[in-house]
């Protein structure tokens, strides 16, 4: 029971960190339909940045901080260079210009860097706390669910309660009315852009540390569980990508404690297949309108 009580909160750990990853993908797709497959490759280059900072001033909160900053303007840049000049007639064209810059991105960390992990520090202790003598969440998994469960709460104030977020979903969802009733819908798309590279930063930051250390493939995978947790939620629902973060953690946290490591990627993979053929939209998809 109690291997079963830490693997459960290991697991939601875990899909804290995919959710947040799992968001930003949601929020490019509902900007501008597009399933940024650079996402992963552009969360490593930010917490390269974070890296640099932190060896020359030796401070995490600066890196962190640095970490952040850059994923907001690496999400501007990208798409105000790249992604507004792709013809987007067809919906493959954005995909293999993305998973281009995957490429790009990959090939300059590697250069700039080298190919050999580099330690990632954390501000908190990995160590599990122990409670009636069961080992429970560790100080880094509980700061990890607050920074998630902010970045979730301040996402959804913004969409819902400010203006700045009604015009992003207008500029999303009607970009011509948008345009006519004066909103910047290149603007809000920026911005979206921006705001998605921030939080997928964000998650960079909390998984690495986790996994093997800082290398230019780092988020290889996680990028593909963080995408199976967005298909599963819905790529048109915020919820959807929160639950579907926490379902997938969950999966990976049991298969990996009761049947082993090395099974994990085809749990995910059946997953992702199962939800494609059942319900290809997601759990959380909205009822499309019938069409007579």
Do not use: C, K
Request: charged share 10%; aromatic share 8%.
């Amino acid at each position: 029971m109690d291997r079963f009580v830490f693997l459960t909160l290991d697991g939601l750990s875990r899909g804290a960190v995919l959710a947040a990853f799992a968001l930003a993908l949601v929020l490019i797709w509902r900007a501008a339909r597009i399933v940024n497959f650079a996402q992963g490759a552009m969360a490593v280059a930010t917490a390269y940045v974070a890296y640099s900072v932190s060896a020359a001033t030796g401070s995490y909160w600066l890196g962190f901080l640095a970490a952040l900053v850059a994923g907001l303007l690496l999400g501007a840049a990208v798409d105000l260079v790249v992604m507004r000049f792709v013809d987007h007639a067809s919906p493959l064209n954005p995909v293999i210009v993305a998973l281009g810059l995957v490429l790009l991105i990959q090939a300059v960390l590697g250069m700039a860097y080298g190919s050999e992990f580099l330690p990632a520090g954390t501000p908190f202790s990995r160590n599990p706390l122990t409670v009636g003598g069961a080992a429970v969440l560790s100080p880094y998994d509980l700061f990890v669910f607050a920074a998630v469960a902010v970045v979730v709460v301040g996402l959804a104030w913004t969409f819902t309660r400010t203006a700045v977020g009604l015009r992003m979903r207008a500029a999303a969802f009607a970009p011509e009315v948008s345009r006519l009733l004066g909103v910047n819908v290149g603007g809000m798309l920026t911005l979206g852009w921006a705001l998605a590279s921030g939080v997928g930063a964000l998650a960079g930051m909390l998984v690495i540390p986790t996994e093997l250390g800082l290398h230019p493939h780092a988020m290889d995978l996680v990028f593909v569980s963080a995408f199976t947790a967005a298909v599963v939620g819905g790529l048109d629902s915020p919820p959807g990508a929160v639950v579907g973060g926490l379902a997938v953690g969950l999966l990976l946290s049991y298969v990996s404690g009761y049947a082993g490591s090395d099974l994990t990627p085809l749990a995910v993979l059946v997953l992702l297949l199962a939800v494609l053929l059942i319900r290809p939209g997601g759990l959380f998809a909205p009822v499309a309108a019938r069409r007579v």
